[in-house]
């Protein structure tokens, strides 16, 4: 099993509705969560993180996490044509003697049609 | 304002030859990582360190040994390069404790010929 995994798509989405992206991992131990949008040759970019159960609003994004079903979500309301990219779920977990583990799921490659 | 610089952008090796893939952190940072990146399949973890001289194993360490030496300091080798090697590799690094501000490099894209 792996420890992230995400659907990686493609996920196609009107402009204006509202995408949703899932990602589920497996260590019970993981202590906080990242969503990243990742375009063509560059190097990922953080929208936001969470470590609390529940929801945390930024803007137009929405990152929802429920330990107990270990499962992370990202919605984008009001989804643009720029928001077409690849988006990266990943984890955080301490490991031995206070080592940080930082592990990525495959990613989902969104698409936004005007 | 640059914090994580892999100084080699764009490499072309041939099969066989040993590479460096270095990266370096200004920020003091604990834990720092490398990646690599192949189309559908995410980044997946190569190695960690988190502290100098510490490392552990990530996902995929066949083929691969890395180097802390200095702090701010995280190398990649690839002992004997292989065309399955080629590849964007990725840098990142973050503090310690409950940090959750993580740097990338910009990548470094290695074809192995």
């Known amino acids: 099993q792996k420890e992230v995994e995400q659907n990686s798509g493609p996920l196609s989405v009107p402009e204006g509705a509202i995408a949703s992206l899932n990602c589920t991992y497996s260590d019970r131990g993981s202590q906080s969560f990242f969503w990243y949008r990742q375009y063509s040759g560059k190097s990922p970019e953080l929208i936001m993180f969470?470590?609390?159960?529940g929801d945390k609003e930024d803007g137009r994004f929405t990152a929802q996490l429920n330990k107990a079903s270990q499962y992370v979500s990202l919605l984008i309301r009001d989804s643009q044509p720029s928001d077409s990219a690849t988006y990266l779920c990943a984890v955080k977990t301490s490991v031995i003697q206070g080592a940080q583990k930082l592990v990525f799921g495959q990613g989902t490659r969104l698409t936004i049609n005007p | 304002d640059v914090k994580v610089t892999q100084s080699s952008r764009y490499l072309v090796k041939r099969t066989g030859e040993k590479v460096f893939l270095e990266c370096v952190q200004d920020m003091d940072h604990e834990n720092m990582f490398w990646y690599r990146q192949d189309p559908g399949l995410g980044l997946r973890l190569i190695y960690f360190s988190y502290d100098v001289k510490m490392k552990e194993k990530g996902d995929i360490p066949e083929g691969y040994s890395v180097s802390r030496e200095k702090k701010e300091r995280f190398s990649l080798i690839l002992e004997s390069a292989s065309t399955n090697q080629t590849s964007m590799y990725l840098c990142?690094?973050?503090?310690?404790?409950?940090?959750?501000?993580?740097?990338f490099g910009e990548g470094s894209w290695l074809t192995v010929v």
């Open positions: 969470i470590y609390s159960n």
């Open positions: 990142a690094s973050v503090t310690g404790g409950s940090g959750n501000t993580i740097y």
